[in-house]
């Protein structure tokens, strides 16, 4: 028992591990990183303020905030040799192949520099890949439009680096819109760290081997493609497209309810949530600021609205507990702000990648943790004897 919660015994026998950065109670529909509510930080913080928590364990003092931003500023860029390593790839090429390749590359380039024993040096790669994050999307993204790539400006922030990267061009100043940076930064602080979900579990099995941080970090945005983990923000924002009007939605919502069909509402239900996913709260209310603000409407907002509320009234998704995740929304705000579908899951990796790194250091500088090596229940045959191939 600490503080306001119980914890089930039971749910302790199944634990992958102990992990003090992310608490959920997936009944309640609490989000807390290092203590603090989702809500709170979302509303009141800064994406570098909430990845100084989840690094350090504490909020930064204004100096210590200052610093913190002044490291990660000056590790934006990224050798020159990468960005040959980008012409590789074909000019469609998914933003999140070109993050895998990447992310998986900066090993051959920081290997040999990054004892992962000292302490100091996993905090500078740390520091190194959430800062390379936004440089490495920007580039995918002008890559895969053919513009040229920018590189970051250090007396822009972190978020505003990232917008002026991505639709900045050299022709001309590219003027930060403070209502899309606020909403971005905060996008990217609902996304940061999400207990031992697919991706961070992912980057924990590969790094208990000792494999250098920036290989697993690639590993955790492998995981993190998937339809049903972070690539569901793209199919969520196709599915509203999809569904195109209201009128529609009954049969989506039935085409969800039946069993011979594989189709999913993509953006609802989760693992863990059998309450409301509390980041989709923020996300659509985030919704409506950036539309008010930039005096924008979409239909497709609409669509999700009116598919939340129709949903929400059906047993099954109620039985079920289906309700709608961090995806459902986020999509609508990042088609405004003018990004692809198709970089929206790129958007997740870049904001994940601090709670990543946060997980990835906690494991490692345990000085108990061993090499994660999952059991199974074996389904296979019993014994038998070999028969040589004349004889079958
Ligand atoms: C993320 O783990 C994390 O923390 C992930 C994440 C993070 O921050 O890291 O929160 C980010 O990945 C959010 C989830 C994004 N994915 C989607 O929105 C894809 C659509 N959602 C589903 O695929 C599903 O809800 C999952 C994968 C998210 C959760 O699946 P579960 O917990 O394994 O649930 P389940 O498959 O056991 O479903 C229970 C029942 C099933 O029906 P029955 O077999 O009991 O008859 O609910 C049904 C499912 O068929 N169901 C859905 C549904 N999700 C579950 N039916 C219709 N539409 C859906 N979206």
């Keep these: 028992q600490t503080g306001a919660f119980t914890y089930d015994p039971g749910f302790t026998s199944t634990a992958s591990c102990e992990s003090g950065l992310t608490f959920i109670d997936g009944d309640e529909g609490v989000l807390l990183h290092r203590g603090y509510p989702i809500g709170q930080l979302a509303e009141q913080s800064s994406f570098m303020e909430v990845s100084y928590l989840l690094l350090n364990?504490?909020?930064?003092?204004?100096?210590?905030?200052?610093?913190?931003?002044?490291?990660?500023?000056?590790?934006?860029?990224?050798?020159?040799?990468?960005?040959?390593?980008?012409?590789?790839?074909?000019?469609?090429?998914?933003?999140?192949?070109?993050?895998?390749?990447?992310?998986?590359?900066?090993?051959?380039?920081?290997?040999?520099?990054t004892d992962i024993t000292d302490p100091q040096q996993r905090m500078i790669a740390s520091h190194r890949l959430i800062a390379k994050m936004p440089t490495i999307a920007a580039m995918a993204y002008k890559y895969s439009v053919g513009q040229p790539f920018l590189y970051p400006k250090n007396d822009l922030s972190y978020t505003g680096n990232f917008l002026r990267m991505t639709f900045g061009v050299p022709a001309e100043e590219y003027e930060v819109n403070p209502v899309v940076e606020k909403a971005l930064d905060r996008i990217f602080i609902l996304h940061a760290d999400h207990e031992q979900n697919a991706s961070t579990s992912t980057v924990r099995l590969a790094g208990s081997s000792g494999a250098n941080p920036f290989a697993c970090i690639a590993a955790g945005i492998a995981c993190l493609w998937g339809p049903a983990h972070g690539g569901a923000n793209e199919a969520a924002l196709n599915m509203l497209h999809e569904i195109g009007r209201p009128e529609r939605i009954p049969e989506f919502i039935a085409r969800a309810k039946d069993k011979n069909d594989p189709f999913r509402l993509m953006g609802f239900g989760h693992r863990v949530y059998k309450n409301y996913d509390p980041r989709a709260t923020v996300m659509q209310k985030t919704v409506r600021e950036v539309f008010a603000s930039l005096?924008?409407?979409?239909?497709?907002?609409?669509?999700?609205?009116?598919?939340?509320?129709?949903?929400?009234?059906?047993?099954?998704?109620?039985?079920?507990?289906?309700?709608?995740?961090?995806?459902?929304?986020?999509?609508?705000?990042?088609?405004?702000?003018?990004?692809?579908?198709?970089?929206?899951?790129?958007?997740?990796?870049?904001?994940?990648?601090v709670g990543w790194v946060a997980q990835w250091n906690e494991m490692i500088s345990d000085p108990e943790q061993k090499i994660g090596r999952p059991r199974q229940l074996y389904t296979g045959p019993t014994q038998r004897d070999y028969v040589p191939v004349s004889q079958r």
């Design 57 to 113: 364990g504490e909020l930064p003092s204004q100096a210590e905030l200052a610093k913190f931003e002044n490291t990660i500023t000056r590790h934006t860029m990224l050798h020159e040799q990468l960005a040959t390593f980008y012409r590789g790839f074909r000019r469609d090429a998914h933003p999140m192949a070109v993050m895998c390749g990447v992310v998986g590359a900066l090993s051959a380039f920081y290997h040999d520099s």
């Design 295 to 353: 005096n924008v409407s979409d239909p497709v907002f609409e669509v999700a609205l009116q598919l939340e509320e129709m949903a929400l009234k059906d047993d099954y998704f109620v039985e079920k507990k289906l309700f709608p995740n961090v995806d459902f929304y986020s999509g609508v705000i990042l088609s405004a702000i003018g990004f692809p579908t198709t970089m929206f899951t790129a958007l997740f990796a870049l904001a994940r990648t």
